[in-house]
Nanobody
Framework: QVQLVESGGGLVQAGGSLRLSCAAS????????MGWFRQAPGKEREFVAR????????YYADSVKDRFTISRDNAKNTVYLQMNSLKPEDSAIYYC????????????????WGQGTQVTVSS
């Protein structure tokens, strides 16, 4: 199993932007897809965005479509989440995860997880 470490979270005002990074380490890293999820207090873990490692096809939750952009740098084993026009309801712990399934949005289909990074959007 690979190690995933998120960074880039913080406190921003509504309408602001953040870019999250997720760096993978380990002897080998060959996921089918990488995803971002988030979890707010008292809520279930929620799918945010997914990207295929080969080809780069992306998919977004309706709640973040047109505001968030997922990308990856295969050479650096790193995935990013650019978050623009942030809203208070985006506040959550954000997790990156790796999957051996191309098109999954269910967190149970992702086998490797980072520790999470806190994103707080003030109103």
């Amino acid at each position: 199993q690979v190690q995933l470490v998120e960074s880039g979270g913080g406190l921003v005002q509504a309408g602001g932007s953040l870019r999250l990074s997720c760096a993978a380490s380990g002897r080998t890293f060959s996921p089918y897809a990488m995803g971002w999820f988030r979890q707010a207090p008292g809520k279930e873990r929620e799918f945010v965005a997914r990207i295929r490692w080969t080809g780069g096809t992306t998919y977004y939750a309706d709640s973040v479509k047109d505001r968030f952009t997922i990308s990856r740098d295969n050479a650096k084993n790193t995935v990013y989440l650019q978050m623009n026009s942030l809203k208070p309801e985006d506040s959550a712990i954000y997790y990156c995860a790796a999957s051996s399934v191309y098109s999954a949005t269910d967190p149970r289909r992702f086998g490797s997880w980072g520790q999470g990074t806190q994103v707080t959007v003030s109103s």
